[in-house]
């Protein structure tokens, strides 16, 4: 789970979404692989890394990533 949640950490956009067609933008040492899906599909992959971040106990206002959760 550590793993996954870091994944998403390092692949947020500074607008706090999760890209489903650009998300290798986000990467800072190595280049993810693997296509990218149409960008129609952005809310729905937001809305669920979020609640992956939700289901390990973080919100707004606890959590090791509630910065992430507020973003």
Same mark, same amino acid.
């Given at each position: 789970?550590?793993?996954?949640? !870091? ?31 149409? !960008? !129609? ?7 669920? !890394? ?22």
């Amino acid at each position: 789970m550590e793993q996954g949640l !870091a994944w998403l950490v390092r692949h947020q956009a500074p607008d706090g979404s999760w890209s489903c067609d650009s998300f290798q933008t986000c990467c800072k040492k190595n280049l993810c692989d693997g296509r990218g899906s149409s !960008a !129609a599909y952005t809310p729905g992959t937001s809305a669920l !890394a979020l609640l992956a971040f939700l289901g390990e106990g973080n919100s707004l206002r606890a959590g090791r990533y509630r910065e992430v959760v507020k973003r």
